[in-house]
């Protein structure tokens, strides 16, 4: 995880302490201060669950992203691959065809 998101987390868990703290020295009935927790604790999920999509979005975007590129230099590798083997396809028919005729020389001989 990134520095923001390692804060960030850090933030929320720290204000939901807190906040859980404040409620339980605060001067209410229990039924009251439960409530005020169990606000706080689902406020804290969803705040969670929202940063949890947020980053399973960027890691997707990400890894969308580098598939990409990675898609397009294996093409550019392959593509590249496929003229050198042309070049060195070309190249042996020129000297098989030099060797035929030394050949056909030695053999006019």
Do not use: C, H, Y
């Not at 169990?38 to 969803?46: G, H, I, N, T």
């Not at 294996?74 to 593509?79: A, E, H, W």
């Amino acid at each position: 995880m990134s520095n923001t998101t390692n804060t960030l987390l850090g933030v929320l868990a720290g204000t939901a302490v807190g906040a859980t703290l404040g409620i339980l020295f605060a001067p209410d009935k229990g039924s009251k201060t439960r409530e005020k927790i169990q606000d706080s604790a689902l406020k804290a999920r969803d705040e969670i669950s929202d940063r949890a999509t947020t980053i399973s979005d960027e890691l997707t975007s990400r890894f969308t992203s580098e598939k990409k590129q990675f898609q397009k230099d294996l093409d550019g590798l392959v593509d590249d691959m496929s003229m050198k083997a042309d070049d060195v396809i070309t190249s042996l028919e020129k000297k098989l065809e030099t060797m035929k005729e030394r050949n056909n020389k030695i053999s006019a001989n």
